[in-house]
């Protein structure tokens, strides 16, 4: 019996009985990090990271929560459970799973490069690990935020100089924080879409800092005089709804790894693209999985049956699992619906 | 990634500074058409490319941009293959990645490492040039041009250069749009520089003054106008108004043509500016036939049984024209089981004179007589339709089918021949598309802009309990349709071959198409003229879909 199991539920520990994202209902459920298809509603008992815990609240309401700083020891019916930064997003964590000599490491999502918010992602020994494949294609090759972020500025001012509003397309949580961080120069009022600005709050709340920035929500109450050329940072979701009318002429730029390739950008139909992931790129994931030592990878949501593959050929004995996490198709789709991640 | 805003800044501040090298200038302006969301945009992207490019750059952006591309001088295999040795992985993940970018050109610029070496200032020219000098070089010789001038650029430019290596420029910009701003940059009319550009002139040879002035002394005899096309009218026809102004004709279902003779020699231009005069040897005759100095605008046709007297004629389906096409050579078994003809209705040029700022009225009379003059059965005039109101039209429109016509064409009578499509005095009245339900079994991803998405279906009929494959489609659907049959795709495939998912026969569409035809290659027997998705049939399951018969009946009324 393998210490963590791949059932209907999701990752099951037989031995601890509890789950680790489980997709489907349980008593006992621990979560990686506060994205909707990791953290799903209905668990009597849920153990997080510390500042999950108040990203779990905004989403999910008020359950049973438990936490964990990272290195932090438990033991549940005699398994030795802690948590490690996955730098993915603010609190990710992998899991790891220590029961008679063995080590498993689920890391959820996961990057390599610190963002400066999520926490740098901790490589932990294992005999097994889960790693994610979402960008598990050697096309994907991020450039430093640093770039990426002097590109968004750039392609501001641009649009500043043509009297067009900025609205940038992020996920609430996790993009939309770091996008903060590019635009912490700019010396003016940053607008937040209601579930942008939402999640923005719940975040200040919980104590986490986040870069100073003026935050404000645009209401229909805005004067549209206080939007020209402004800065807007909007979810998924609202790329294309009749919501954008209010900040015209404007331009609108998103952020997704995805963005790394042409036929993306062209089908979303967008006029700024930037290529700032909160996914591992090729490099990140072979490396993480290579500072792990770890003799088995089971490889979860994305290219994994191409990943997979490769690490067989490169001598890391691996196989795929097929998860209900955002897969390489299905993310590309979910990225214009914000209730998905 | 850049954006048409970012460029405009960037290279402003570089025009002060030093000036960008032409490969750059040049990537950025594919990556800003690329990406630029506004018409408005790619036009200003394309001025600011005129005016800051140097003129031997120009040069061949235009050729590029209209088609122009040097011939292929790389087997397209090695560059896949060199691209996959430098990045040291596998073949077949190598393959799993042009799956998912669609494009080898971008998937190659995505796939190599970062640029290790300075680039010394060079301009397309230089690179375009460089290429064609190595042509009869061996293959270690290219590999070391190539590979070296990967590693000294950035992705970008890596994705121009292997797109003028691998093939076609389709870049998100049309041929009209690139003259239209060549037109604003030169202040010229974008008719006079359609013409210009038009014909035959070779890159490497012509400077941009002489491909733009009027005066230049090297006359190319074969250049042709360009086509005035028409757009399909929407509306009931009286909102033409009065139907006495308006001159009717069958449209023809075949390819659009030009006939030049100058300088006692014959030219066949077909839309889209290829020359095709070796293709149909029928109209060799014409050189001898028509007078000097003429240009005529037709149908490139598959026909038969023309009679000089009565100008009456057979127009045979199109897919027996679709046999010629695509042949180099013509075989003489070609020529008799797929005739060939012109059915002529404009007349550009007469005399050497440009006619095309006559009215259509004018224009006619003359060409009628040349057609007389000529008096060859493989030259026919395109008849007018008598008719005397829009109703009696309507009645004969709907009769279209029985001689292969797609419609109808009305064009002003009044009016001049203009430049591309315009709206206003040409528009085609076109049959309603035949159509079948059907249901999807298979997808496969699309390319370009949805390179990510299920978008290329494959379509069943019933055969009893079984489901013949008879058809693909891949336009028709809005984006957030094509979403829901993508994630639709993704749920329920049953089987995976390459790129290609079987899906569980569920969604039932209405195909329309133009025309039908028995086809040995088919597994239906029968091979559809332009199919596409007319709608998503939600309310239908999959046993209402039609049946192998309904298409066989369809093929028996329509297809001979």
Not at chain 1, 258 to 280: C, E, I, P, Y
Not at chain 2, 137 to 165: A, P, Q, S
Not at chain 2, 518 to 530: E, N, T, W
Request: hydrophobic letters at 40%; a neutral charge.
């Amino acid at each position: 019996m393998q210490l963590i199991e791949f059932t209907d539920k999701g990752l099951f520990c037989r031995a601890g009985n509890f789950y680790i994202d489980p997709w489907k209902p349980v008593d006992y459920a621990i979560i990686t990090h506060a994205h909707s298809d990791h953290a799903k509603f209905g668990n009597e008992n849920y153990l997080c990271h510390t500042l999950t815990k108040p990203l779990l609240q905004a989403r999910l309401g008020n359950n049973n929560y438990e936490t964990l700083e990272w290195n932090e020891t438990k033991f549940i019916n005699g398994v030795k459970v802690s948590l490690h930064p996955a730098g993915h997003i603010i609190g990710s964590s992998q899991i790891r799973v220590e029961h008679n000599n063995e080590v498993w490491v689920a890391s959820g999502d996961y990057k390599v490069a610190n963002d400066g918010l999520s926490g740098e992602f901790e490589p932990v020994k294992c005999n097994a690990f889960i790693t994610e494949s979402t960008f598990g294609l050697p096309i994907y090759c991020w450039k430093n935020q640093e770039e990426i972020f002097e590109n968004m500025r750039n392609w501001i001012l641009a649009n500043k100089a043509l009297n067009k509003a900025s609205i940038i397309i992020a996920y609430s949580l996790g993009k939309a924080q770091r996008v903060l961080k590019a635009l912490e120069d700019f010396d003016e009022t940053i607008y937040m879409h209601g579930a942008t600005y939402n999640m923005h709050q719940a975040l200040i709340n919980a104590n986490i800092p986040l870069p100073k920035i003026n935050a404000e929500r645009v209401t229909p109450e805005t004067p549209k005089e206080k939007l020209k050329e402004c800065i807007v940072i909007a979810p998924p979701g609202a790329d294309g709804s009749p919501w954008l009318k209010k900040f015209s002429p404007y331009a609108i730029g998103a952020c997704s790894g995805w963005m790394q390739v042409r036929g993306n950008v062209r089908r979303k139909n967008v006029d700024g693209a930037f290529a700032l992931s909160d996914h591992g790129d090729w490099n990140g994931l072979l490396c993480a999985i290579k500072e792990t030592q770890a003799e088995k990878v089971y490889v979860t949501h994305g290219y994994q049956s191409v990943f997979s593959r490769y690490l067989n050929e490169q001598g890391i004995w691996s196989a795929e699992v097929k998860t209900e996490y955002g897969t390489e198709d299905k993310e590309v789709v979910a990225e214009t619906s914000e209730e998905k991640k | 990634m850049l954006t048409a805003k970012d460029e405009h800044i960037i290279i402003d501040e570089s025009s002060q500074q030093d000036a960008k090298d032409g490969m750059a200038l040049f990537s950025e302006l594919v990556t800003s058409l690329g990406s630029a969301t506004k018409t408005l945009e790619k036009q200003d992207a394309l001025i600011n490319y005129f005016s800051l490019a140097d003129d031997k750059d120009k040069v061949w952006m235009i050729a590029l941009f209209s088609g122009r591309r040097p011939r292929r001088l790389i087997n397209s295999s090695l560059l896949p293959q060199w691209c996959i040795e430098i990045r040291n992985i596998p073949g077949w993940l190598f393959s799993e990645c042009y799956g998912s970018v669609g494009d080898m050109a971008e998937t190659i610029a995505l796939l190599l490492p970062e640029a290790t070496e300075e680039k010394k200032q060079s301009s397309l020219s230089y690179y375009i040039e460089k290429l064609v000098s190595l042509e009869k070089e061996n293959e270690f010789i290219k590999k070391d041009f190539i590979t070296g001038c990967w590693r000294t650029m950035n992705k970008d430019e890596r994705f121009v250069f292997n797109k003028l290596l691998t093939g076609n420029f389709r870049i998100g910009v049309s041929q009209k749009q690139m003259v239209n701003a060549l037109a604003k940059t030169v202040k010229r009319e974008p008719s006079v520089i359609a013409h210009r550009i038009s014909g035959n002139w070779d890159p490497i040879t012509t400077s941009f003054d002489e491909l733009l002035n009027e005066n230049v002394s090297i006359i190319d005899y074969s250049k042709p106008y360009p086509f005035y096309l028409a757009y399909a009218l929407e509306e009931n026809p009286e909102t033409l108004g009065d139907a006495n102004e308006w001159q009717a004709e069958w449209k023809w279902d075949g390819i659009r043509g030009e006939i030049i003779k100058r300088n006692n020699q014959l030219f066949v231009w077909s839309r889209g500016e290829e020359l095709m005069t070796e293709k149909f040897p029928e109209y060799y005759i014409l050189q001898n036939k028509l007078p000097e100095g003429v240009a005529l605008d037709g149908e490139i046709i598959s026909l038969t049984n023309a009679n000089v007297e009565t100008n009456e004629f057979t127009i045979l389906p199109f897919a027996l024209l679709q046999t010629r096409i695509g042949r180099k050579n013509v075989t003489a078994k070609q020529l008799k089981e797929s005739p060939v003809g012109f059915v002529a209705y404009d007349l550009l040029e007469f005399e050497g004179e440009d006619f095309r700022n006559k009215t259509l009225e004018e224009r006619r009379i003359i060409l009628e007589k040349i057609i007389a003059d000529a008096n060859e059965p493989v030259l026919r005039l395109s008849p007018i339709i008598n008719y005397n109101n829009w109703d009696e039209l309507a009645a004969t429109r709907a009769t279209s089918r029985d001689i292969n016509a797609e419609g109808i064409m009305l064009k002003r009578k009044a009016s001049i021949y203009q430049v591309g499509r315009k709206v206003g005095d040409w528009w085609k009245w076109k049959i309603d598309p035949l159509t079948i339900d059907a249901v999807m079994i298979y997808a496969a991803k699309g390319s370009g802009r949805r390179s990510t998405l299920y978008t290329d279906y494959t379509f069943a009929v019933k055969d009893d309990n079984k489901l013949i494959p008879f058809t693909k489609a891949y336009s028709g659907l809005t984006d957030k349709e094509f979403a829901q049959v993508d994630a639709f795709v993704k749920r329920n495939s049953l089987e995976k071959f390459g790129p290609v998912r079987t899906v569980k026969p569920e969604l039932v569409f209405e195909i329309a198409f133009e025309g039908i035809a028995a086809s040995k290659r088919h597994k239906s027997g029968v091979a559809l003229r332009f199919p596409r998705i007319k709608r998503w049939r939600k309310d239908k399951k999959t046993d209402e879909i039609n049946t192998l018969d309904d298409l066989k009946k369809m093929l028996e009324v329509y297809g001979k």
